[in-house]
T-cell receptor
């Protein structure tokens, strides 16, 4: 079955540490996205990538970094510069060709202690 | 400016009741998604719609493209349906999804 994998489901880190969240898809989708969810708010775009080796900042990119070295993978690094990293993080992908299929991952809940 | 508006924000129902959650959006879209998020849990995709109606078990999703409106219905609601339901749209143009703030549903036994 094709889909998006985000691991782990829950992640705990100490303040001041960088942490990388995994997002993998086997859908052959070109576009991938990272969103952040805070209590009582809608999901907000952090970064997106439309093609390998290219990515763009979203609305709340400060304190985050990404890479897109492979089509299947779009890892998000939450750096120590992110002031409030505790949140739920969601990865999504989209294939604009043909049927325009779109998928969402299950998400990762990050808690910084 | 919110491209996606959901109502109600919170909803409490008795077990067995018929439930409707609404979603309105302001942009042209290629598809609309209904997502479910349990407390402390991850996201589960329920439906992806571009027209008409879809049914899965006790869940029914409809969309009216002309009116830019979608509804999610739950028939014979059950306490295990208690979750946050999120509407998301993928615009025809642009490079992101837009999400509603979610509807928090509590079904009481």
């Amino acid at each position: 079955d094709g889909g998006i994998t985000q691991s782990p489901k829950y992640l705990f880190r100490k303040e001041g540490q960088n942490v990388t969240l995994s997002c993998e898809q086997n859908l052959n989708h070109d576009a991938m996205y990272w969103y952040r969810q805070d209590p009582g708010q809608g999901l907000r775009l952090i970064y997106y990538s439309q093609i390998v080796n290219d990515f763009q900042k979203g609305d709340i990119a400060e304190g985050y970094s990404v890479s897109r070295e492979k089509k299947e993978s779009f890892p998000l690094t939450v750096t120590s510069a992110q002031k409030n990293p505790t949140a739920f993080y969601l990865c999504a992908s989209r294939d604009f060709r043909g049927a325009d299929t779109q998928y969402f991952g299950p998400g990762t809940r990050l808690t910084v202690l | 400016k919110n491209e996606v508006e959901q109502s109600p924000q919170n909803l409490t129902a008795q077990e067995g009741e018929f439930i409707t959650i609404n979603c309105s959006y302001s942009v042209g879209i290629s598809a609309l998604h209904w997502l479910q998020q349990h407390p402390g849990g991850g996201i589960v995709s329920l439906f992806m719609l571009s027209s008409g109606k879809k049914k899965h078990g006790r869940l029914i999703a409809t969309i009216n493209i002309q009116e830019k409106h979608s509804s999610l219905h739950i028939t014979a609601s059950h306490p295990r349906d208690s979750a946050v339901y999120i509407c998301a749209v993928s615009p025809n143009t642009g490079n992101q999804f837009y999400f509603g703030t979610g509807t928090s549903l509590t079904v009481i036994p």
